[in-house]
């Protein structure tokens, strides 16, 4: 047993002795401590620390979240839409009030809200509904709640309702002309007068209505949305859809048609040749195209279909009906199941397992939501529920930007603190051992870099050389700033330790074996200052944190759209945004502040841990 021992690796053998120490048996609490390693008690020390402990948890966590998340939130620079701009957080823009619970009658998805009408006629709204500071969709007029409403429709920013006796109302924001009726219109709800409304729509600032005459009504802004019809087709008009600015027909004679007055240039006037001499049975749109479905169960999609639209899936039946969203389309099929296609970024098309088996009787699509109204009366959702922390003035998710953020910005600490460790350890060890005329010019050196204004200088630095270079190329530009001027303190520390070190017995001993002097002060001398070194980076970490968010809060550090936890903060100099979206600050400062106190907690712990006497001064 004793020839194994001695055969074993060397590495082992020093690996066991300085995690696991000796292998005799441990007599005494005395004899413990003697026989312990300076690594162990360190570590020990340490772990008796609370609050270093608590720091080193919540640090790994943010840690991994920002190293792992970028994977699973992806980031895409281009990304803004402005029907999602400055949303709260939360999840309930398909919650249904629990008084439509089995009475649903008419559903209507809005931007990021939805209204619906149960079987009494009573409205209700869930969901984001502030439009602006002052308009707001859940503000319902009194003469709307008191009606016996039959149809509802909802569009990006105002809501239409029609009841039984054919009165058409309007809310939500009207200063556009959204509720601003023609001649006949009017005429017709105080006539009734070819005013049968089957089918009402709304849109991005106008709305449509189609009576069972085949009449087609359209009202809005007509500086956003075409609102014209050729008279021509007035009377033979059975369904409508509406894109974000312009709207197809669908024709009694089965056709499709394009009855407005936009020029030819225009993707939506250009209707598939495929569907020439075919009968078109439902149509349906998106933001920018618009599909048809046949009498024979093929589907026909145009305009501009940049997302995936135009991809249709493998029906495995018929498909009977068609609804469109923003970007993505759903249909019913004859075997009654539910199929969606298009861009699914918010889930929009992954059709949920609670449909298989049931009978459906109605789908409401609009933006990036969908609901499916069964026999039973149960509502089943889909698509966007909302932001856990809220999005931002572009519409961009807080929670992914935060997350690449935070890589951002740790890479920046990380790679700043090595580039100025690396500088301050080369320069402090030279000046520490050599002393005389390399001491003076290298303190005189660090007194000059220290001496300068820090963030001035950063920031006329990075205004000057910043604004001709790409983003990319930016950030590496505030590491090396940050690096090259952060070296002095651990120059400093490393030149009093070297100062102390250079006269004990130890490097006596490798001058006389005749050891290189350079490797005296970075083989052997370097390794006893470390522990203190890896105190200073570790405090060093979280101050370059700091200086990376300041210039980037300032408007000088690494620029938008790539985001940082000092970037996503610019928001925080703005009192509507302090006032009103208070998540837009709220969640960077927390995560950012929580990892520059857990940070500092950690290198507080180190330090006690590496010299516990430092307690008691």
């Not at 920002?66 to 400055?86: A, C, F, R």
């Not at 349906?284 to 997302?307: F, I, M, R």
């Not at 499916?372 to 998710?397: M, Y």
């Not at 000059?448 to 604004?467: N, Y």
Request: hydrophobic letters at 40%; aromatic letters at 10%.
């Amino acid at each position: 047993m004793a020839n194994k021992k001695k055969k074993e690796f060397f590495l082992v053998r020093w690996f066991k002795r300085v995690f696991l120490g000796t292998d005799r048996e441990v007599r005494s609490i005395l004899e413990e401590e003697q026989v312990q390693t300076p690594l162990r008690t360190v570590v020990h020390n340490f772990v008796r620390k609370k609050s270093a402990m608590l720091g080193v948890i919540v640090f790994l966590c943010i840690f991994a979240l920002v190293i792992i998340g970028p994977y699973i939130w992806k980031l895409d620079l281009s990304e803004q839409d402005s029907t999602l701009i400055n949303l709260p957080p939360g999840y309930n823009m398909m919650s249904l009030p629990k008084e439509t619970e089995g009475k649903v009658s008419d559903i209507a998805a809005g931007r990021t809200y939805g209204i619906g009408v149960d079987t009494d006629g009573h409205v209700y709204t869930w969901g984001h509904t502030r439009i602006t500071d002052k308009i707001d969709i859940a503000d319902i007029p009194e003469e709307v709640q008191e009606a016996d409403l039959s149809l509802i429709a909802a569009g990006d920013d105002h809501a239409v309702a029609l009841d039984e006796n054919g009165q058409l109302y309007v809310w939500g924001n009207t200063r556009l002309r959204q509720d601003n009726f023609s001649r006949d219109m009017e005429k017709g709800m105080e006539t009734g007068e070819n005013w049968d409304i089957i089918q009402l729509e709304a849109s991005n600032q106008f709305s449509a209505a189609v009576s069972s005459e085949g009449t087609l009504y359209l009202w809005g802004n007509p500086n956003m949305a075409d609102v014209k019809i050729r008279s021509e087709y007035q009377g033979n008009i059975a369904k409508v859809a509406l894109t974000a600015n312009e709207y197809v027909s669908l024709l009694k004679d089965g056709t499709v048609a394009y009855t407005g007055y936009k020029g030819s240039g225009n993707p939506l006037a250009s209707i598939p040749e495929g569907l020439t001499g075919k009968t078109v049975v439902d149509i349906a749109s998106t933001g920018k195209t618009a599909a048809a479905l046949t009498e024979d169960g093929e589907v026909y999609v145009w305009g501009n279909a940049t997302s995936g639209e135009a991809n249709l899936p493998v029906f495995s039946s018929r498909p009977v009906a068609l609804y469109g969203g923003r970007f993505h389309y759903t249909a019913l099929l004859e075997d009654g199941s539910v199929v969606s296609w298009g861009n699914n970024k918010y889930g929009q098309t992954d059709v949920p397992a609670s449909l298989n088996g049931k009978e459906i009787v109605g789908i409401y699509t609009g933006n990036f939501q969908n609901y499916a109204l069964d026999s039973e009366g149960n509502v089943h959702t889909w698509g966007l529920k909302g932001f856990l922390l809220g999005t931002d003035d572009l519409g961009r998710d807080m929670l992914t930007r935060i997350i690449n953020g935070g890589r951002v910005t740790m890479t920046v600490g990380a790679i700043s603190v090595v580039i100025a460790t690396f500088i301050g350890v080369l320069l402090g060890g030279l000046a520490g051992y050599f002393g005389g005329k390399v001491d003076i010019l290298v303190m005189r050196i660090a007194e000059i870099v220290g001496g300068l204004p820090f963030i001035p200088f950063a920031m006329i630095l990075s205004a000057v050389i910043g604004s001709r270079i790409d983003p990319t190329r930016r950030m590496y530009l505030i590491m090396v700033v940050l690096g090259v001027l952060s070296w002095t303190g651990t120059c400093r520390l490393i030149r009093a330790q070297i100062l102390a070190q250079r006269e004990m017995e130890y490097v006596t001993a490798a001058k006389a074996m005749g050891i290189s002097e350079l490797s005296i002060v970075f083989r052997h001398i370097m390794p006893n200052v470390f522990s203190i070194l890896l105190v200073s980076m570790t405090l060093d970490f979280a101050t370059c944190m700091l200086t990376e968010s300041t210039l980037s809060y300032l408007g000088f550090g690494i620029p938008l759209p790539t985001p940082t936890w000092g970037n996503l903060l610019d928001g925080a100099n703005n009192s509507v945004v302090i006032q009103q979206y208070w998540w837009r600050w709220v969640f960077p400062a927390a995560i950012f502040g929580m990892c520059t106190i857990c940070i500092n907690l950690i290198g507080d712990g180190l330090r006690d841990a590496i010299d516990p006497k430092s307690n008691e001064r």
